[in-house]
């Protein structure tokens, strides 16, 4: 079992134990966190190391996380932390950039940003898509860094979960964003599909910030085509009012902490095999 396995199944027996405490096993929330972690931990153990089917089942209990967070959150009543959050922006910068920065642009560069914004899905499926093309080793290292990456930002998620800027504090907008079709599309989709406490610390900064490190060493040509949309992306979580700017910064650190363990790991792995 590789670490982002076995942290996934750590994470689902938490969550199914606090959900079995705190709501009874009669709960939705509980019956379906424990059919999906009964279902990890049977692909773990039908599959081999990485195997397309690990593969799959990873990227399934990622977006069952993501999309599952908030009712969980909800359902074990854990406190929101927005207004925190919103006071170390406040104590580090005076205020939150996407109030500050509000009627700053023109709104085709909005649109951008909002374009920019949902290039995080075209990254995340296409480097998915890939992998599953890869060899088994090289499998096994992609996933090793990218799955371990969204298991430590989806404990973010539960041990710290807060809002967005736009739905904790509308009343600090003086207006709508603007931005033409992109920009709503992208409102759109934050507002029915998207998580609703998921700032803390920004998935889309943690995660593509991985991407692009695993794409400098392995796939270079991707890694080009992905630079500008990703900082304009970085940019526009803040702009588009879906972060604040610690959110950022915390991503920034657990991107450190993190390359800094699977260089360890590779570095380990290297040794043992001289």
Wanted: hydrophobic fraction near 55%.
């Amino acid at each position: 079992m590789q670490v982002h396995e076995a942290l996934f199944l750590a994470l689902g027996l938490i969550l199914l134990l606090a959900l079995t405490v705190h709501c009874g096993v009669a709960r939705d929330s509980t019956l379906v966190a424990a059919a999906a972690t009964a279902g990890y931990a049977s692909v773990l153990f039908l599959s081999q190391k990485g195997s397309r089917t690990r593969l799959l089942a990873c990227a399934m209990v990622t977006w069952l996380l993501y999309v599952g967070s908030s009712d969980i959150i909800e359902a074990l009543q854990l406190p929101v932390h927005s207004a925190q959050i919103l006071a170390w922006d406040t104590w580090l910068l005076g205020g939150t950039p996407s109030v500050s920065w509000q009627g700053a642009l023109s709104p085709w560069m909005v649109g951008v940003l909002s374009a920019a914004y949902l290039s995080y899905q075209v990254y995340v499926h296409w480097a998915f898509l890939s992998a599953w093309r890869l060899s088994t080793a090289e499998r096994m290292e992609f996933t090793r860094c990218v799955f371990t990456t969204f298991v430590v930002g989806f404990s973010g998620y539960f041990l710290f979960p807060a809002a967005t800027p736009a739905a904790a504090f509308p009343e600090l907008f003086a207006a709508p964003l603007g931005g033409g079709a992109v920009t709503a599309f992208n409102e759109m989709l934050n507002g029915s599909i998207a998580a609703r406490y998921d700032a803390f610390p920004s998935m889309h900064v943690l995660a593509t910030a991985t991407l692009l490190a695993w794409d400098f060493r392995f796939y270079r040509a991707r890694f080009w085509v992905m630079l500008l949309p990703a900082l304009l992306m970085a940019v526009g979580t803040l702009y588009l009012r879906l972060h604040y700017f610690a959110d950022l910064l915390a991503s920034g650190m657990l991107f450190v902490v993190l390359q800094w363990c699977f260089r360890l790991k590779a570095a380990s792995q290297t040794r043992s095999r001289a």
